[in-house]
């Protein structure tokens, strides 16, 4: 969707701010003037997930993953990243999208001798992955499941008993600091105690940086907005301090987190506990990498 939306709105007077996607192409090589591109996407969640799970000694890994241009995705990156940081990719299985019954799978999986089982899921596949892994007793033990593309009401939905211990990375969570504690409780009293994901916290960053640029731009034009939007150094509660590179990757810190024990949790929305923070240079795709049009001899 945000692949066709982009085109959409190319050389138009409408400018894309993407919080949700996660596709890279957005910033390689279909990325466009009238588009910034905020949160997170697959090549850091991979990336990030990765590096801080290799570091930590967990080097043999196995992947789990939706046969779909984004599962797909998401293995490629983490596979990448993982040989990078001096791991070792053991073994995979791709499912259809409609798979329900994921048995066989992560029996493959817990009988593989990895130390990581990366998760190339989403939606309500990776709910259903998630409950029969519990089931099974995966990710205990000496193995530990990462999931390359879980937000906090996936997490929430199965609850803590099923996805305790499980690492992911996120570019926010609401308990990090005071502003974006502040941020949630603002958040959370719009919408019935409900505390923002990463993608909402993006959606208001992107819009209220939006608005800055509008008040010092002359023109509404979506890529003078785009190009104002880049000029300016963004500063908002729920990231703090960014700036957005040529192609509209705008470059704030990722972390990896693991879900807390139903012991651990003092409350609803208690659920992730910061196991490292990563600088975004090293974790976002290397600009000039991508195929973007705008970057060439950019370093």
């Known amino acids: 969707m945000a692949l066709a939306v982009n085109e959409v709105t190319r ?11 996660t596709n890279v192409d957005l910033i390689g090589k279909a990325c466009s003037p009238n588009t ?27 992947f789990l993953t939706t046969d779909f241009a984004g599962g797909i995705g998401l293995e490629k990156g983490a596979s990448a990243a993982v040989s990078a940081a001096g791991g070792e990719v053991i073994g995979r ?4 999208f409609d798979t329900m019954d994921f048995a066989s799978y992560l029996l493959q999986a817990q009988g593989s001798g990895a130390q990581a089982i990366g998760l190339a899921v989403a939606g309500a596949q990776l709910l259903n992955v998630l409950k029969q892994a519990d089931e099974f007793g995966l990710g205990r033990g000496d193995q530990k499941l990462v999931g390359l593309a879980v937000f906090l009401t996936d997490v929430r939905a199965i609850g803590l008993k099923a996805t305790q211990g499980m690492q992911l990375a ?7 600091n005071d502003d974006t504690r502040a941020f949630a409780r603002r958040f959370a009293a719009r919408t019935n105690g409900k505390y923002p994901t990463q993608m909402q916290a993006g959606a208001y960053a992107s819009l209220l940086h939006y608005l800055k640029a509008a008040d010092a ?24 301090k960014a700036t957005i590179r040529q192609d509209g990757r705008t470059m704030v810190d990722q972390f990896l987190f693991e879900v807390k024990s139903p012991a651990e949790s003092k409350g609803e929305w208690d659920l992730y506990k910061l196991v490292k923070r990563v600088p975004a240079m090293e974790v976002y795709l290397p600009l000039g990498e991508g195929g973007c049009a705008m970057t060439v001899g950019a370093k």
């Open 11 to 21: 050389g138009s007077k409408a400018a894309l701010l993407a919080s949700a996607a």
């Open 170 to 176: 996120s570019a926010y969570y609401w308990d990090l």
């Open 36 to 62: 910034v591109m905020w949160t997170t996407d697959s090549w850091a969640l991979s990336n990030t997930a990765a590096k801080v799970v290799v570091g930590s000694g967990k080097k043999k890994w196995f």
């Open 217 to 240: 731009s002359a023109s509404l034009d979506g890529q003078e907005m785009v190009r104002k939007m880049k000029e300016l150094p963004t500063d908002d509660p729920a990231f703090g």
């Open 93 to 96: 299985v791709r499912f259809p």
